[in-house]
DNA sequence: CATGAATGAGCGTTCATTCAT
DNA sequence: TATGAATGAACGCTCATTCAT
């Protein structure tokens, strides 16, 4: 690919994240076109449609999570810092994006398959740190996880604002009690 | 307004928070009058155009949360009982929309005017709550109020589900800890 | 339907029927539209797409054979004459649509039966033809039909034109000769 | 021209010849490019426009007719035998095409006066086997041309089919009759 | 008042053609 | 000279809104 295809491509899918972000994924496509500098032939010639588009960053985003995350469980010494390094780092990621696109897409566009990989790292790491007795063991797992994604995924999530920390607190075993 | 005016006033509202919740706020019109066994006509007749529906159902949702807040801040004992209350309240109302509209329109159309009286309401009971020693007091009553919005916004939310479970575990006083 | 709905579905298939025999089927939509004095909204309502419309025209045309031919058939004392009345039918109908169009349209949408059905019913006139040995025998009934529907889908076809005539001609028995 | 551009040429307009011939003469530039292996900018060093590839073509085809039809003229005993010959030598030429584009392009382009030619030649060996007492006399040899123009010109036309023989043996003196 | 037909601006996408590499 | 990336005009189609019935 010729450096400025790439850079190009780069620059589209920049401006894409950080129109997705501001207004939502139905931004018009010479919008965000415009907002690369270029023109509209060439963001199609990068990505087919709005959907490959939005698969490439979504995709993108996973793919780091995971890699983070498969990291941080081998170095971290309790499952609990692990959690929190994982989370904090979910921050600066576009998963409000990959959470609603793979809830909408088939599995072969290897979106369903990440999110898959990335929930089953979330659920290792939720059950160590619950056997090591700093999660509550109240919550199973997988409810724990769509707890966390829901926490990670608001728009502008930032790694140590009062949500993340409440959230984090209210997970620790030491933390159950009856709120009914 | 004629009863049949008014029926159909109401089928029509009722369509329309249907669908905004099951398909978001973009669901062409035709859909909703279809839904609502309406003419087009007769959707614009009573809301003279989108906006104007999204209102009602947001202005609606935030009215009947500030009067069931009024009245739980009086009954009930506790600040945290309160709180515990209105949160638990918040589940099944369109709150989703009404921030997400709120920030969009201009003071004027009312909305904004709701959504702060609504805050007002959730920080004295917030307050309140803190002086009590049952809500954690290192938080400001403002960015509660914030958090909490985020946990009672998302669509879906359900009164006793795990997120606001944890959530409400979190904010209790004897959670704090550091979770860096 | 309304009669100035009505009013104006006729005139979209009339103008598009015009159109697409003037400058081929990709004649823009806008352009149609604007020959039937109708905004593309209205085109759409009424065809839900391209295809649609071909498609309506097609069959139409195909229908109308159908029925002159059966009549026809019943009408005519010989297979000859039965076959004459049927081309020379033939020449007002746009059956170059409805040919280029079967051949591409999935069974289901009506099409490819409709021009089944039309070549049964050339087959069995020819054959009825043959039967009475004014139709040459030497070419199978369904070659004949092919044939025919070469010279009578012309765009252009009138029905006494030279081809139709020397076609008709050409298929009698006393023509049959090596021209090799 | 070096040879490997003229290699490219040729490639060019072989692939185009068939992707007209199987797809219409809308193909996009880039997949006859693609066909004949070179990018889309050696396509248009060649050919200035798709215009002047179809022109090419068209051009190409009628340069064969012309060339062979002045030979058969020469050759054959009869006019007959001339014309024959020539409706037989169109079935491999993409004949279709060069019509379609004479019809549309303007005088000064050359396809016209390539047409005008050929379609003198048609004239002058029709008139020759009208005056041996072959070809039938009720029809003026502009007729005849035409009519024998779409024969040949049927996309897909082979030099013996069912369509050649009959439209030729129609056209024989003693075959003339009342089809009416 | 209710209806649903008509309108047309707007978006996604394609592709002929140009031009930097 | 060959390449294929970039451009942007054009087209198919949708849908919010208006208005004749």
Redesign the pocket.
Known sequence: ?????Q???ERIAAAALTLFAERGP??????I?QAA??????????F????ALLLDIAAGALRDLIEFGAGALEREDTGWQALVAIVRFCAGLPLALAKSLAGSLPAGTGLPELEQESDDLFARVVRRAQGEGTVRRDIPPPDVVALLAVVVCRPGARPDDHLTTVMLDGLRQECVRATS
Do not use: S
């Open positions: 690919m010729r450096a400025d295809a850079r190009n491509r139905d931004v018009c496509m010479d919008t076109a500098g270029v023109g509209v032939g060439t963001l199609y010639r990068h087919p449609d709005r959907q």
